[in-house]
């Protein structure tokens, strides 16, 4: 079952990311800065997309092999911390998500 959380409603999201890798999100606050609400939405939206394709190779690859491959592993993991800036990034830019 999915189940589905505003932005506004998540304890401070994202906070943690600032310190396992504030380089990435001043990387994306310098391209967030140029951006408008909407754009931040769409990629935030394809961020999580991105990252629910990762986190399903990474399974897909653990029931068929019995371990996921270290790029599967950490392409799953990269793709977490970039929803997590995101996400962060659009709170802070009081994004609104319908």
Not at 29 to 49: F, G, Y
Request: with cysteine; charged share 25%; proline share 5%.
């Amino acid at each position: 079952m999915i189940t589905f959380t505003l932005i506004d409603e998540m304890s401070e999201p994202g906070r943690d990311i600032e310190i396992v890798n504030p380089a990435l999100v001043c990387r994306l606050r310098a391209e967030a800065e140029m951006l408008e609400p909407h754009e931040i939405a769409a990629l935030l939206a394809d961020a999580i997309l991105a990252a629910a394709l990762a986190a399903h190779t990474r399974r897909w690859q653990e029931q068929l092999y019995s371990e996921a491959s270290p790029d599967a592993i950490v392409d799953h993991e990269y793709r977490d911390e970039i929803v997590c800036a995101w996400t962060l990034i659009a709170v802070e830019a009081h994004v609104t998500i319908p």
